[in-house]
């Protein structure tokens, strides 16, 4: 059995106030929460154990989950803020001498049996990477001839070190953390100490995807995860009103909205139990009924 720890503590401050008070994890896309579409994906390639490492501030709404819709999931819960690695540092004595971990926000849109595959034939920690077309935006992965990780390069001026930057999922082994534990401090981060301490030693590899990945923590990206090819819009099936006078342009409107005549809305979500009035225009806003 596979261990797998979710990292669901984030919030979506950019996509306030649909997202006020909610982990990201637990908004919708499509009418399905972004951690069960994880959930699902891992579920359909092998036996996984889930773990949740989740916001003290979040333990009703995760508490709720497990109870009324997924109760195959552990929980765990940070009571500070301890970074993306802390909470698996801290606890580190009771982790399991392997297991993944994965920002459990993302929507991943690659080739996950290869990743899975490469992980049980590399026997030091792997960091799961893609390739983009402007590196210079994001933190870049130098790699060598061995696919080791040599060093990150937080947003280089040019392409001479590659193009490849962290998918966010990793399998890494207690053993490689344990030789490097002496020089970690709480709180800590994987992208900032972890990886560059275990990339000094030569205990950090990567493999790299075909695929993209989706954080869907704007306002854009959240429309565009909802979108498909050939369709202008996401209206939730869930009881939802849309006047035939409204116009309704490459905008996501959730359950139980209505919206009236001569609604004009363009580039924007509308939040569930909303009700729009007659002549409003709307552009690339978010709309939330408290």
């Excluded at 290869?114 to 870049?140: H, K, W």
């Excluded at 790299?208 to 429309?223: A, C, N, P, Q």
């Excluded at 995860?225 to 009103?241: D, F, L, T």
Aim: proline fraction near 3%; include cysteine.
């Amino acid at each position: 059995m596979n261990e797998i720890y979710l990292l669901v503590g984030g919030e979506a401050t950019r996509l306030q106030p649909l997202s006020s008070g909610i982990p990201k994890a637990l908004l919708t896309i499509r009418g399905e929460r972004i951690i069960d579409k994880i959930i699902k994906q891992f579920s359909n390639l092998e036996n996984f154990n889930f773990n949740l490492i989740c916001s003290i501030k979040h333990e009703e709404l995760w508490i709720n989950y497990k109870t009324n819709h997924n109760n195959n999931v552990n929980l765990h819960f940070e009571k500070s803020k301890l970074d993306t690695a802390g909470y698996i540092i801290e606890n580190l004595d009771s982790m399991p001498d392997r297991f993944y971990c994965m920002n459990g926000d993302l929507l991943l849109n690659v080739d996950l049996p290869n990743f899975i595959d490469a992980s049980s034939q590399c026997s030091n920690s792997l960091i799961g990477s893609f390739e983009v077309e402007d590196p210079t935006r994001y933190g870049v992965l130098e790699i060598d001839q061995e696919s080791k990780v040599t060093q990150f390069i937080e947003k280089p001026k040019d392409k001479s070190y590659g193009n490849k930057i962290s998918l966010g999922l990793y399998h890494l082994y207690k053993k490689d953390i344990l030789s490097i534990h002496n020089n970690l401090e709480i709180p800590c981060s994987f992208e900032r100490q972890v990886f560059p301490a275990l990339s000094k030693t030569s205990l950090l590899s990567t493999y790299t995807v075909k695929g993209d990945m989706l954080d869907v923590g704007t306002l854009e990206s959240y429309i565009s995860a909802h979108i498909v090819e050939g369709e202008e819009n996401w209206v939730s099936p869930n009881n939802v009103q849309v006047s035939e006078s409204a116009i309704v342009k490459n905008s996501v409107i959730l359950d139980n909205c209505i919206i009236e005549d001569n609604v004009t809305i363009s580039d924007s979500i509308i939040s569930s139990d909303s009700t729009i009035t007659s002549g409003t225009i709307i552009n690339k806003e978010i709309i939330r009924k408290d």
